[in-house]
């Protein structure tokens, strides 16, 4: 809806009267390419577990849920412990409807008006839209040609703006590219050299070999690491996101958060998926491989395709309009994402007969 249809007797703030709400395409009958998501669904063994689990949680629901999710938070921490070697509590995770969530807690937590944050674009844009949603000030500092982060630069920016929320996306979204825990720790020292919170949004971490964030938290307490639920588990629907980070970042975030704000089921569901997250996370090697056989496929045409340690490619090097390609493919049943980054467009590393039908509309694109 943009200004003008505004109704007169609606007292909308006025700076949000020309935001368009968020989201991409959700259209019937595609093969759908085009938002991240774990293009495997649940495996039976799990499906059977959680129906049988949300049996049981249904008949309670007259009751809240558990405010504080200790159970789930628990499950989290050891997955953490296990899959990172950083030990953590649940005294350092908290759990949210979606990383989305945890991100917009932590902007009302430690931003607002008089609050600075800070962020390397092109990066995840939703970080930007909930500064404004929060009304805090937002600095788009850039990234390089081929989308790293020019860490000399960086410091130099982070020391002059002194901002309170510094954010790094790795594998960062669009690109795919990550950016190594050296220079993650330049940006930590700095960031903390100015009071500032470094928010590192791990969301596509596990799809990558690069060391985690989590691993400079010992040292550095102003380090908050974000990830979600929705992309290495394929459990995008549940909405289940968390963070992990000192006591004090919990504790804040818990001040900003609606009460009972995670539902008993999702927690349930949460719970049980990590009870099965070998079985859960039995896809991601198939997606890895399948990354490198489309960005083969892209390559072969003579596309350009960013390096990527997630579950995307961004790639480049169209003849006409990105939006013409995005529409080529569209007629041919194929949704990928014009992230409005000129030049560039896309898409998500699906099931390989996905991979299959994108490659095959690629090659018919590309004559
Ligand atoms: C970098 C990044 N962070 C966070 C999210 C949000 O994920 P969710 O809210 O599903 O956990 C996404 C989703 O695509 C993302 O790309």
Redesign the pocket.
Known sequence: MVQSQWPYWLPLRADLRNISPYGAPQIDDVVALN??ENPFSLPTEVVEAMTARLGTVIADLNRYPDRDAVNLRKKLAHYITQSTGVEVTDENIWAA???????QTLFLACGGADHLALGFTP??S?HPLIAQITKTPWFAGSRDEDFGIDIPKAKKLIRDKSPHLVFV?TP??PSGTSTSIADLKELAEASGSVGALLIV?E??AEFSEELSALTLLADFPHVVV?R????AFAF?GA???YLVAKPAVINAALVARLPYHLSSLTQAAAETALEFTPAMQAEIEVLVTERERVAQALVEVGFRVVPSAANFLLFAGFKGEPSAVWQAFLDRGILIRDIGLRGFLRVSIGTPSENDQFIAALREIAE
């Open positions: 938002t991240n409807n979606g990383s989305n969530e945890i991100l990066s995840y939703v996306t960062n979204n949004d969301a596509y974000v979600t639920m929705s992309k995008a909405r289940t996101g």
